[in-house]
């Protein structure tokens, strides 16, 4: 979203021309004029990255400062990671169920994080569990002007060594401000076929 | 998609003009010559509607003219129906799990839906499970360009009458040719907590 | 962009069911819960309406009230009604020529309207000229998701009730605010052959 | 577009892990998994260069071979570098005018660069003029999604060594199968002040 000035480049072509033609020496013949709102693989990743930081950061907040200050950082999270402020974010969080599987409003996804809401009496707080490690691995991913899918499994590891994996869908949202942000969230644990 | 002759249609505005204005009488001062590559949320209801008549329909096939008929039939609701010409799916079914739980494939989506792959030997054909019914419950949409995510619990009834819920995650994406393809399918059993 | 209790509504299929459906009584099954991002032609066609009338506005300011409050007004219309404030817009101006004839920055663009920029010798003012009635007699539209391309003849009649016609062509994206902004705009005399 | 096997990249974070994690071999944790339809800015330059090829390509084609050729050839490049496939193309060439300014149909286009068309009466083959070079000078370039706004100066010489300079705008559309097509093209001459 920069503003430059004008930068003279050209693309000539075919055959010698009688013109004076500078050379091309920016990047693109678009130089700093630029203006693009799609999303890279590269954004993708780095949201994928900071969700699972943030998880992390909350796990250690609560440990190591307590719930107040675990909800007040799971708020700020949920501020600018996820979508909530342009509307209903798509949220299925890995262990609700019933009525309330679905989290399409931001005090729906805070409960999950951190419980201690009486409307959301199932929710514990997936975020307090003690949390320590992350890791990613993503099947695809489908990009689509500001917006990008991904699915794959995530493996997070808690605090006694102990991964847990689930399966993972995320759509992201790169807003004009060019902040990502997730609009579409479905977890769920691996199937467990009958014994 | 359509071609028609220049539709002169005018908007006016502020003053009497001294100059002669032909009266809007198009829907819009664009006519018919409009092109429109957005998706809507008609054509995502009609979209889910499709998949659970296709399943159905394939459910059926199988019982009344067995699997050959029920395969070749699953075979062409995977093409037109799914985004599988356009790259790899972002398809995590309901019953699958380990190294084999995201089909990115056609032939992976084919096997979970009628079985009979050596490739696959954990799949048995979900479509082929006596579907008789189905019903939607969506938790919200939206919408970004040609683009659509869909959230919410799908009930699939069986030939005994028995429900089988799953939570469902869609991203259907019309194409240039109009075809609205999902590209994205996240299917799971609802969270069973401990008792 | 709002956000609404889940409507909980059903697309049912096929067969009589044993479960209870709820009758569709929104007029779609996601209720209120939608996020679309997309432009209309509704949209567009509004944003056409209310550049003719910003123009007239400070045209009419200019006579009634002088320049610097026809200035003032340009300005404003600038911020709100343009997509300078997200980067280079890709303005061609009726008249403007030479080095000075794209006016990608919003500085340019206020020159061109009312003029009186030092930077910009050659502008007198476009929009102090006594316009008094517009009329668009528009060609076609295309439109791809938050973004629709428009292209037609203005009709702009002056005091004298004398009527100038221009080729123009715009591009109008819709941000996160739901503003709909013109982010391109050629605007050209139409040619006229040699006698 | 491309599908190939999964590729088992990993994002991992914060701590060492007790699981064993693959390295990051590949350009991204995605590998080959992506599907992509956005447009960049190298594909638009290359489409703009393809535009002047094609020019010259006609212009020497008539020269060489006659008018047969050279509508022969126009009318591919219609039909590969233009969107006419997909609906109206926003087209206003540099010397149409009056009612038929607007080439929003292939006939029309076709009529514009070679001429002989009893429907065009005004035209006489813009593409026949002995056109040998071309050069871009671009202003700024507008991306999103698959789509790209370019606008700048053009600059054709013809066989006398002669440079003729237009103001052009340009939208560029990227289709499904990755073919980027110009569906609006504006074109004037520059304002020429009186003297």
């Known amino acids: ?88 974010v798509l949220f299925k969080p890995t262990l609700t169920h019933g009525a309330q599987t679905f989290r399409t409003t931001k005090a729906g996804a805070l409960a999950y994080f951190v ?14 569990k003690g949390w320590r490690g992350y890791a990613f691995q993503n099947a695809a991913v489908r990009i689509n002007g500001n917006q990008a899918l991904t699915m794959g499994k995530v493996m997070l590891t808690g605090t006694d060594g102990k991964v847990t994996t689930v399966d993972k869908t995320w759509a992201f949202e790169k807003d004009d401000a060019g902040k990502v942000r997730i609009v579409l969230h479905h977890s769920s644990l691996p199937y467990s076929p009958p014994k």
């Not at 050379?23 to 780095?46: C, K, L, R, Y």
């Open 1 to 88: 979203m920069k503003i430059k000035t004008l930068a003279l480049c050209f693309i000539a072509g075919s055959v010698a021309l009688p013109m004076a033609l500078a050379a091309q020496t920016a990047t693109s013949s678009f130089g700093n004029n630029v203006v693009n709102s799609n999303i890279t693989a590269a954004e993708v990743e780095a949201a994928q990255k900071a969700w699972g930081e943030a998880l992390i950061a909350i796990s250690k907040t609560y440990d190591e400062r307590g719930l107040a200050a675990a909800k007040a950082l799971a708020n700020n999270v949920l501020d600018s990671a996820y979508g909530y402020n342009s509307g209903p």
């Open 115 to 128: 419980g201690g809401d009486s409307a959301f009496p199932n929710d514990s707080g997936f975020a307090l």
